[in-house]
């Protein structure tokens, strides 16, 4: 019997100490020190003349979109800087100088690779050329364009059914790339098209879809201007969204009001000093968060009931606090939710909450004078097992308010990923839409498949239990920002090709399959050039608006191609020409992309011009007050349930979050420069009265463990730092976490893993 050829390589990197410096936390966000870090890090990649071409183009209306987060650009951008610190290291990440190729790789082995950092691994530079491992070797070597193609086509034809392949797609994709990329999956015969909003966005996209009639925000830019009040939930713009700072900035010089619900106190949240305007330059900036309610980890729900509650009593006084005219004309449930509210105890939701009762009081009058209200989010309230109910929860308080479909009022999930909701516009999606499917049959000549496909965790488990054989990620990086790390691995390496369309070197391309591919890619940021003609993508923002974007820079090598051209070049050889798609056609002109998604995809309309400038908003039935497709034709509220979970006396609760170094799983720095870390990431943010009945000092060493099902999950070696943090909650950097969150537990009606909300033990390092 052959023996099974196995890399020996790691999943978790080098787990060794720096030599870690503490300083107390911000208390200011941006200013002169951000523009600093951003310039500091974007000469260094990029060097100066480069770095501030790009910057001066990205974000205006002729430029090109941001790579990084996918908050909207106001209708005239400013000509000085429109991007914050964060938008600016991921343009230096991809447009950097530094490059790698076959030598580099000849050099380097798979196995010795993977015993760096992830941090490490991001700064060796642009992936220039395509690359093959081969199985039994340890070394990717070069690989021709037309050799690849043929690799993947001769795999997928093997394949005993479709349904062996999955497609994943990394939320940083244009509409046109992602469109031929679902489309191609679904030419092939499969709905397996999970993609990173599964694990992010996804319990808002359900929640507002049972609620308001459609799986996206209700506001747009300027609705925050003038909102009256602005609740930012589970989220810290400071470090992931810093542009919704100066959103925040204008509602406050209007006369609004900032709310603050997390349980830890972000520094962007507390000032922010603008560097757009002289005062954030010599000025004290603009105090931002007026109440901050540190909420217990998952207790949202318990907050929000209580605050309905009192909200309730008071309009049972007045009959003026809730739009009782909005609820009788568009809203459905009143009477259940008021008759549930009346079955709790107000002392046990207090607790539960853990938020002190006068700031919970000063909350409630004033949202009982406020009409205008938008509530703002993230994962701190999707990555939950109620997940789903959590937004649900904000969505009573606005049905209630009458503060939807209005202007300064509604909904806004802040996505991460600069076009992750564009590509779920255009069709990546693992379930099935009747509609979509009929005009593919009209307009693409192609009978699409009606199986729902898998998702991210369904995609986890079918390669574990080696169900697939075939995945291929268009951008992202699997491996690292997928939950249960240890599992996810082994799933990926039991596949017989993995494929990575990328523009740097990560993790997931050095735990493969039995032979594993790397495409590299453009960047957002590069001339996109066909027979001498320059090409523009199209992307879709936080709020729905879609508009082009356009490279200005030299790509980083002749041997890269653009998304669309690696998809249509593919999907051309595998169907060797003959396909109701002409693909290649669609490789030489975007145009032709665009016009056959207007025709496929609903609310696409004449993009091809519509998208110029400021570009324009897709169909929003929450706008237009129409609930039409909803029970009874009105917008739901809804009876959510209170979190449980039932933790041992020695266990705590651990939320996964970002440091200011980082965007998503790429890691730019080793400093979270906010909460006062620096060249450390193996950190555990811990209340010191925890720390205390823990026996545990400042700078101690622990592992953590997860136990779900019987199976115990580690993490090591993480050095203690005490932190204002709601007693029994951890707060730890991820993707280092990720190996503790149980891929089979997740949020009930979206399965967005439980990042937010693990059980945890700790073991001191001595101790064992």
Known sequence: MAVKFTRNVSIRGNQDFLDIKLKDPMRVAAGPLGVQAALRHSFKEMGVVRSMTALLDMNQQDGFSCPSCAWPDPEKPSKVAEYCENGAKALADEATTSQIGADFFKQHSVEALSL?????LNKFGRLIEPLVLREGSIHYEPIGWQEAYQLISTELKKLNSPDEAIFYTSGRSSNEAAFLYGMFARALGTNNMPDCSNMCHESSGVALSETLGIGKGSVK?????????VIVAGQNPGTNHPRMLSALEKCKQNGGKVISINPLKESGLVNFKNPQH?????????????????????????LMKLILIKLAALDAISDTVFDHDFIKRYVDGYEALLADLKTYDEKALLQQCGVELDKINAVVELLAKKSKIVVCWA????????????????VNLLLLKGAIGRPNAGTCPVRGHSNVQGDRSVGIMHFVNEELNERIERHLGFVPPSKEGYDTVGAMKAMYEEKAKFFMCLGGNFLMAASDTAYTAEGIQNCNLTVQVSTKLNRTHLVTGKIGLILPTYGRSEKDMKNGKLRHITVENSMGQVRQSRGLLKPASDTIKSEPDIISELADTFFEGKHSMDWKSLAENYEHIREKIDLVVKGFDHTENRSKGAGYYLPNNVRELDFSKLPNGKA??????????????????LMTIRSHDQFNTTIYGLDDRYRGVYNARRVLFMNPADMKDAQLQKFDVVHMTSTYDGIVRKANNFKVIPYAIPKGDLAAYFPETNVLVPYNHYADGSKTPISKSIRVRLIKVQEI
């Open 278 to 302: 002289l005062k954030g330059w010599i000025g004290s900036g603009e105090d931002i968060a007026d109440f901050h309610l540190p909420v217990r980890i998952n207790q949202d729900i318990p």
């Open 116 to 120: 760096l950092t992830d941090y490490e």
């Open 379 to 394: 994962m701190g309230l999707t990555q939950h097992k109620n997940g789903v109910e959590n937004i649900r929860e904000f």
């Open 221 to 229: 830019l300027e609705d925050l201007y003038g909102a009256e009040v």
């Open 636 to 653: 739901q509220l809804t009876i959510n349930t209170v979190p449980e979970h039932r933790l041992a006396p020695d266990e705590y609760l």
